[in-house]
Nanobody, 118 residues
Framework: QVQLVESGGGLVQPGGSLTLSCAVS????????MGWHRQTPGKQRELVAV???????NYADSAKGRFTISRDNAKNMVYLQMNSLKPEDTAVYYC????????????WGQGTQVTVSS
């Protein structure tokens, strides 16, 4: 069983920065592709960024150039550095883990609220 706990959300002004963290408990962290998704009321959850165990990354167009996903395999941690934040980045951000061998083994954190407002 894998458990994910996000932290680091909060209120930030437009143009500001915020770093989200995701602590992952359980075994075989390196077997999971890790991702950050976000959701606003009335909309589907959308992918923000993903990172493989080897460090390969992929970003949504809205995140390219502003957000950076990283992971520390020794500490079982995943991060999302968010810069130049915009009001439209306001959402609940969720950490996600998907097993590369058994994709149905997928886990979500409880989410952390990010609000970008002046």
């Amino acid at each position: 069983q894998v458990q994910l706990v996000e932290s680091g959300g909060g209120l930030v002004q437009p143009g500001g920065s915020l770093t989200l963290s995701c602590a992952v408990s359980g075994n075989s962290f390196s077997r999971y592709v890790m991702g950050w998704h976000r959701q606003t009321p009335g909309k589907q959850r959308e992918l923000v960024a993903v990172i493989s165990s080897g460090g390969s990354t992929n970003y949504a167009d809205s995140a390219k150039g502003r957000f950076t996903i990283s992971r520390d395999n020794a500490k079982n941690m995943v991060y999302l550095q968010m810069n130049s934040l915009k009001p439209e980045d306001t959402a609940v951000y969720y950490c996600n883990a998907k097993n590369v061998v058994v994709p149905r083994m997928e886990y979500w954190g409880q989410g952390t609220q990010v609000t970008v407002s002046s």
